[in-house]
């Protein structure tokens, strides 16, 4: 097939730090899209500069120094989601730009004296990639496959198709990251075979376990945590060294904007130095001044151990959700045949000697970290043009609960966690109260029994209910999830044949 094809579906892998796009070009063959000639990497960073100018990508992270106030970045953990204090919280500990509550039930972030939604931040990065793409390619590419965690909730896949409409880029399928990992191992080698794929990237953590049977993707289990990734290695380091700098020079440097940014971004460097080398110096010249106005260094030494020692809990925590993943899958480590590790944060060394503990063998060489996901989804992307003779068959599952809430605030789980999807479901519903005409469903998403620990996904009201003694009316609800994970309902008054159909809108607090 020609991939200059004007009707082309390119892959991208929309990362909470770096983005990255692909294309098939014909017999499986992908290339990823380089950035001006080089490297295929977009920063998923935005930033607005003194002047007024919007930067994304590359622009934008050089200068995130000296503007950490007005550069946006892994905005991608507040995607579609509610405006809970702790999740506003947790990120606004490790970002220097303002998050607040948005207005929409929503968070927004502040940048130069405008106010965003995460979503809107994910069209800025997601307008970059196709112009990046369009240039490279010759032509103005209009769709697209996207990635996502495999543990993002329906509110948080609809976020991301809507940032795809802001800027008028045809978002024809959503797939999960660890099945596209496994669709760029998998495709065109005859696989019979079981993988779990570990998928630690810059924000979130993702693991499934796939069965491969040639050109079917079946996954059996997923998990997750989307406050899980590299960032939070990087905040393991950040503390450590706040705290060691204010010990020694009574000076707390986590009040001050660009002290922090370039911490952050030294930390960062400084840990995948570590993925090669044992030790590495950390200098940062007139990180701040003395009260008498003498300027202070922040120097020390960063050796692998203690970078160990420091994150050990997240390793602990990805190795807990692994082993849930199993138990829900009913397998133990020697059913799975191969390991595959996706995303950047699996370079380190520490995390590449635990799960071959946890497994008894070393994890597959069989896919590239950074790249697996943008290929799988290009491959995917090219399966569903027409003229591809490339046919697939992926076959996802739902990664959390999905149900509504029953008077005195508990679930009623319509859908439990790893049902396939797509996927329908009907319950039947009453009325209360004498004379009620309304009935109002209020749908939840998470694995907590009581729907004030999950996250609300919206509210259903199915009005012209006809009047009657409680208990009287009979209607039944459809919820139905497409196969990107999307629900929508539909309810039927039984005895009217009355019938109202809505995707769930997110409701306004
Ligand atoms: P991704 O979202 O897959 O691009 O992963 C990005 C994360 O991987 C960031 O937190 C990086 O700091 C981290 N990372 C990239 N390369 C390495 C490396 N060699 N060692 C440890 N972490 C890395």
Not at 221 to 241: E, N, V
Request: hydrophobic share 40%.
């Amino acid at each position: 097939m020609d991939p200059r094809a004007t009707d082309a579906i390119i892959g991208i892998d929309l990362g909470t730090t770096n983005s990255c796009a692909a294309i098939a070009t014909g017999d499986g063959q992908v290339t990823l899209i380089p950035y001006r000639g080089g490297d295929p990497i977009v920063p998923s960073v935005f930033a607005i500069d003194d002047k007024g100018h919007e930067l994304v990508g590359h622009e934008a992270k050089r200068q995130w120094q000296l503007n950490p106030r007005n550069t946006l970045y892994a905005t991608k953990r507040l995607i579609g989601r509610a405006p809970r204090d702790e999740i506003v919280e947790t990120v606004q500990r490790s970002v220097q730009y303002r998050i607040h509550a948005g207005e929409r039930n929503d968070v927004a972030v502040d940048c130069h004296g405008q106010a965003f939604q995460a979503h809107e931040i994910a069209a800025k990065i997601l307008h970059k990639i196709r112009d990046v793409a369009s240039d490279h390619l010759g032509f103005k590419v209009s769709r697209a496959v996207v990635t996502v965690p495999a543990y993002f909730t329906d509110r948080q896949r609809q976020a991301v198709k809507e940032a795809g409409r802001l800027v008028d880029l045809e978002v024809v399928r959503i797939i999960n990251e660890p099945t596209a990992a496994a669709l760029a191992y998998g495709i065109g080698k005859r696989l019979q075979e079981r993988i779990l794929v570990y998928d630690l990237g810059g924000g979130t953590f993702d693991v499934s376990v796939i069965e491969i049977r040639d050109r079917v993707f079946e996954v059996k289990a997923t998990g997750g945590d989307i406050f899980l990734g590299g960032i939070d290695f990087d905040d393991a380091m950040i503390r450590h060294l706040l705290q060691d700098f204010r010990s020694r020079h009574g000076i707390d440097l986590a009040g001050d904007p660009v002290a922090m940014q370039r911490i952050r971004d030294l930390v960062e460097r400084t840990k995948i130095d570590l993925s090669s080398r044992s030790e590495v110096p950390f200098s940062i010249p007139f990180i701040t001044m003395t009260a008498q106005g003498q300027p202070l260094n922040l120097e020390c030494r960063f050796d692998r151990a203690t970078l160990e020692q420091l994150t050990r809990p997240l390793v602990d925590r990805t190795l807990q959700i692994v082993g849930g993943v199993m138990v829900d899958a009913g397998l133990t480590a020697t059913d799975i045949d191969e390991v595959m590790l996706v995303g950047g944060q699996t370079r380190m060394p520490a995390v590449q000697e635990r799960i071959t503990r946890f497994f008894g063998k070393p994890p597959s060489k069989g896919v590239h970290p950074d790249e697996a996901v943008a290929i799988g989804a290009a491959l995917y992307g090219w399966s569903l043009q027409e003229r591809s003779d490339l046919k697939l068959q992926l076959l996802d599952v739902i990664p959390m609960a999905i149900g509504i809430e029953q008077a005195g605030g508990d679930l009623h789980v319509v859908f439990p966690r790893n049902a396939p999807i797509p996927n329908a479901r009907a319950i039947s519903a009453t009325t209360s109260e004498a004379g009620q005409t309304e009935l109002v469903v209020r749908i939840f998403q998470g694995d907590q029994p009581e729907t004030a620990r999950d996250e609300l996904l919206g509210e259903f009201t199915f009005s012209g209910v006809r009047p009657g003694a409680p208990g009287e009316a009979r209607l039944e609800i459809l919820f139905e999830v497409s196969v990107e994970g999307i629900l929508s309902m539909s309810a039927r008054d039984l005895e009217s044949g009355r019938q109202m159909k809505t995707t769930v809108r997110v409701a306004s607090a």
